[in-house]
């Protein structure tokens, strides 16, 4: 994008700045129809050129059957699209891409008396300016707007006041999927990263301050979202109220710990994450709402969020038609000398394919795949919550118990309370199908005093408390 040249990079980070990638996605379980006519059809948004990251040598395998540009975000879409006699009978397919990435630190210098209000007939004013779905702009977000700029006539001040007051207000939480969007999450003053994002870029879009999110993978796993406005004659400029919440309120906790050293921040404060980008991390996707349409592949489809694509989208970007049974399917990325390892990759992916073994109800894989996960990854609190989903619906209660209360005791991030409500409410389960009454009920109660709402819990475990659960929950239910 041509503002982005106006963004100066403090500098190229001395450390692990030049990195080799490949992103894995495999597909299994993969069984034609009688008649033969099997079509997968995968969407991803490739890494692209942005400020603080630069993308080289770009290959593919399969070769892509459409590549996108998706404008004015600056996204790049990639389209597979294979056909069951391409199989050649294999009832698996392995698909990847290739790249070089280059990352550094962004520190951008702005006189915020230079910056002035954004064109209004420029293309960021017209597309970033607008009410769109999780980043939607209601009355109650232009009152909190006008309310909390107050006689402010200044955009680059009027926006730090949002970014202050997000940090201040908005508490993490993880929502369903239900309970995102601006509007929702300001009623809340709850949410995950992208939520603090969406409160902020609504709160600037609603008074003609352009903003957009940005969204990224770590360079070890798991990813994370951040939110950039437009300053004219400055360009667009980086700002997370999410990290600089964590390091306002929480700067000595466990998971600023693993930030810094994820992200590779040194000792910042919290005003630092207001036109400052951490360097370790992979932008996948600008913007949400993505739009993709392609007469070569034929298809016409708009996704809210790519990270960065397949099964990691919503809605999800992988598409199968024809099979007889239910196609199993993840990927991820793989940095540095292992990035080629096809069978490292799918020890990395293995817990994201055994769940969707669980949710295709073929259970003994599912399990057979997060027992080797755990293996590499022992106190990965997600693996042993969807293991003991696995032993519940086979019967296996009281080992179901045991891997919930060794999902616990494990480790989640930012989404342990989540996981830890979500393995009470099922140790209730258990205990409830075992004839345990009593026990079942003060399982629940941790679950009400937990506070977590996700998938309406606080509702099912006060349901439970009266009714006792008769049945185990078979997927997708969660």
Known sequence: MPEESRAVPAHIAPEHSRVHGRYWYFVDNLKPSATGAGEITLFFSLPMNHMGQRVKNLTFSPQPSDLIDDQPNGNRILIWNIKAEDLAGS????????????????????????????DKNSAEYVRYTISEGWLDISDEIRVKAQEIAGGDRNPYFIAKKFFTWV????????????????????????????????????LCRSQGIPARTVTCNWLKSGGHQWAEVFFPPFGWVPVDPTLARRFKFEPESAIVGRVRETAGI???????????????????????????????????????????GGTEAYPSAAEFSGFSLSPVNGGGYVFGEKSGDEAYARTQVEKDLAESYFRSGIYDKAESGLLRALVDKPADEYSWHILGRVHMATGKLQKAIEDFNNAILGQAGSLKPVWDALSHFYIGNCHDLLGERALA????????????????????????????CSEAEKPPVC
Request: charged residues 30%; contains cysteine.
């Open 266 to 308: 040194g000792d910042v404060r919290p005003d630092w994450f207001f036109g400052n980008l951490y360097p370790k991390r992979l932008i996948c996707l600008i913007g949400e709402n993505i739009k993709v349409r392609s007469s070569v592949v034929g298809t016409d489809r708009e996704f809210f969020i790519l990270q960065p």
């Open 91 to 118: 009832d698996q397919a392995t698909f990847y891409y290739d790249f070089d990435l280059e990352f550094e630190e962004v520190a951008i210098q702005i006189d915020p008396v230079r910056v002035s209000w954004c």
């Open 167 to 202: 940090v201040d207000n908005i508490q993490y939480e993880y929502p369903d999927f239900e309970s995102r969007g601006a509007s929702k999450s300001l009623k809340r003053l709850k949410g995950d990263c992208g939520e603090f994002c969406a409160v902020f870029i609504s």
């Open 441 to 468: 009920c003060v399982e629940y109660k941790k679950v009400l005093d937990s506070g977590v709402d996700y998938e309406k819990l606080q509702e099912r475990a006060k349901e439970r408390l009266f009714a006792p």
